[in-house]
T-cell receptor
């Protein structure tokens, strides 16, 4: 257990529904990342926070995706109007000065 | 061009063999480098950081070649438990982290 917690671990939703995932990073870490991973691929960068500021956002993150980290602690990733192509593992990582540590991920299945 | 490129493999090697993976990166200003290990359907876990002077941890050696913009991972005396996907990770600056697609290793008895 790295100390990064993600909830829920699994989510099955119907196409068109909204979903929200939560990530609780290691408490002293100021950097937080969201990634998406599909089978056979490496994690794809989605967005990055330093404290509460969202510093970078991938162009993969369409306007249906939004992420927040309101108090610089936990973060949420929301997907609106889900599509089947959103099915993937969503990974959160937190980092202090150097290395990043991952949570166990939220596996999303859109049916 | 992708930030980080890796040969996806698969690499199938017998127990006890030595195997090496390379990874190239596109941004010459990249500041830090890592190797992560990922088991099937699990999250990536940090294997080791890659320093300019190289880094060794038991059977694992990581090296950085800034001139050619690649990093390498060498595994000596492969064990069955080394079977996994090895992900190359690069920080191109501004503390972002980009992953390669991963190299899949299977160690065969």
């Amino acid at each position: 257990d790295t100390g990064v917690s993600q909830n829920p671990r699994h989510k099955i939703t119907k196409r068109g529904q909204n979903v929200t995932f939560r990530c609780d990073p290691i408490s002293e870490h100021n950097r937080l990342y969201w990634y998406r991973q599909t089978l056979g691929q490496g994690p794809e960068f989605l967005t990055y926070f330093q404290n509460e500021a969202q510093l970078e956002k991938s162009r993969l993150l369409s306007d249906r995706f939004s992420a927040e980290r309101p108090k610089g602690s936990f973060s949420t990733l929301e997907i609106q109007r889900t599509e089947q192509g959103d099915s993937a593992m969503y990974l959160c990582a937190s980092a202090g000065n150097t290395e990043a540590f991952f949570g166990q991920g939220t596996r999303l299945t859109v049916v | 061009r992708k930030e980080v490129e890796q040969d996806p493999g698969p690499f199938n090697v017998p127990e006890g063999a030595t195997v090496a993976f390379n990874c190239t990166y596109s941004n010459s200003a990249s500041q830090s480098f890592f190797w992560y290990r990922q088991d099937c359907r699990k999250e990536p876990k940090l294997l080791m950081s890659v320093y300019s002077s190289g880094n060794e941890d038991g059977r694992f050696t990581a090296q950085l070649n800034r001139a050619s913009q690649y990093i390498s991972l060498l595994i000596r005396d492969s064990k069955l438990s080394d079977s996994a996907t090895y992900l190359c990770v690069v920080n191109p600056g501004a503390n972002n982290l980009f992953f390669g697609t991963g190299t899949r290793l299977t160690v065969i008895p």
